[in-house]
């Protein structure tokens, strides 16, 4: 079994290889390795049973549980999340922008591949797939080290699409799945600076603290979803409760999924309607005490349930007599990821996503759609809550770096 050192060489090797190959070759590859996915998909729904049982065995959640499951409806998503990868524009090599001097040269800011991206992450076998797809057609090759509850899937999931990539002419070593999950080994890896290039975690506040406290590599950091939905004074009523309740429960496991909804108290007469069509969808309500005014049997809200990201079908509410309240309320408990207002005013919309600082902001649609595919971006590598650039969800481009090529007829300075 080779070395996490091993395994980084192998990877710096095959991303000199990659960064040169035409986009043909790594759309052949795609479509490769989506089509492998539903071919083989018989053996990997065989270990994803064994991860699902030892999960139920270990009382994982349900949360836990459905995001580590596959089906053959999700390996065919997946597969298609790829073939949209291999339909989307190539940005290596891409132009960003180039302009002529006055002395004559000519300079172009390019996009260049990565070199060795470094995937930490948790519970979903689906991030092997994305990871090493979008990695591939940007350039890069990657090293997936999954958690150990999806160590049958990812290990199935990484095997399948590798030998399908290296069919279709892609380095061998350009998708690697780090064998052991020894916690030494992602320590180990995290001080090969000189090897990898950046390090995406993704999982719970605990796995990403650690990474960020122990790796030289760059990490960006997909933190948790602590999600809003705000329904302004000026909404209409029908619209804030279909917005509301498809945010909390169109996927609940999902980290753009909301967690509180903060309503104006010119709009209290709607809770009764917004309480019934989160019950309609088996939502467990908590409420502030004048929620529970409106409806005599909501759970009492305590002062830790506006910092909970419950991934569940729970939601909490609180009543804010302004915009300024609910405004304060996000600033003090968001993680930064996604918030929305309903509303038919254009002043407070606009108000609203002007002083909310998270990487996404809606005006009367769901917190759902904060996805790569959903952007039209394909498939993604995770939704990065970073200020500094890239931010939100990250896909092919926000994968590349850039480089400036200058063109010259023997121009000296002088």
């Known amino acids: 079994m080779d070395s996490i050192t091993q395994i980084a060489e192998k990877a710096r090797r095959a991303s000199y290889e990659l960064s040169t190959l035409s986009t043909q070759t790594k759309n052949d590859a795609l479509h490769a390795m989506a089509d492998a996915l539903q071919s083989e998909s018989a053996l990997i729904l065989t270990e994803n049973e064994k991860d699902l049982n030892a999960g139920r065995a270990r009382d994982l959640s349900k949360a836990m549980l459905d995001r580590l499951e596959l089906s053959e409806d ?209 939502v467990e309500v908590r409420g502030d005490e004048r929620v529970q005014s409106a409806v005599a049997d909501v759970t009492p809200t305590t002062d830790e349930d506006w910092s909970t990201e419950y991934l569940d079908l729970i939601v909490s509410i609180r009543v804010v007599d302004t915009m300024d309240a609910a405004l304060d309320h996000i600033r003090e408990y968001s993680s930064g990821l996604a918030e929305s207002i309903v509303t038919e005013d254009y002043g407070s919309g606009r108000r609203f996503h002007l002083a909310v600082d998270s990487a996404a902001v809606y005006i009367n649609a769901s917190t759902r759609f904060t996805d790569g595919a959903e952007f039209g971006l394909g498939a993604e590598i995770g939704i990065t809550t970073d200020k500094i650039f890239p931010r939100g969800p990250m896909g092919l481009r926000e994968l590349t770096s850039s480089k400036y090529v200058i063109f010259g007829d023997g121009h000296i300075r002088g």
């Open 74 to 282: 999700r390996l065919a998503g997946i597969a298609d999340g790829l073939r949209d990868v291999a339909a989307l524009s190539d940005p290596v090599g891409e132009t960003i922008r180039g302009w002529k001097n006055p002395n004559g040269l000519e300079i172009q800011q390019v996009r260049t591949p990565l070199g060795v991206i470094a995937m930490v992450y948790e519970s979903r076998p689906n991030v092997t797939a994305d990871a090493a797809g979008l990695a591939m057609k940007a350039g890069s090759a990657c090293i997936l080290r999954g958690g150990s509850e999806a160590v049958h899937s990812n290990r199935v999931l990484a095997d399948v699409l590798s030998r399908a990539a290296t069919g279709a002419g892609i380095p061998a070593s350009a998708i690697q799945l780090v064998p052991t999950q020894e916690h030494e080994v992602v320590t180990e890896m995290l001080q090969l600076n000189h090897l990898i290039d950046l390090v995406i975690p993704r999982g719970g506040e605990r796995l990403i603290d650690m990474v960020v406290e122990n790796s030289k590599i760059p990490v960006i950091k997909h933190f948790r979803g602590m999600v809003h939905v705000y329904i302004d004074e000026h909404a209409d009523d029908e619209k804030a409760v279909a917005v509301a309740v498809n945010s909390k429960t169109q996927r609940p496991s999902t980290c753009n999924s909301c967690e509180t909804i903060l309503v104006h108290a010119n709009k209290m007469g709607m809770i009764p309607s917004l309480v019934a069509g989160l019950r309609d969808k088996d």
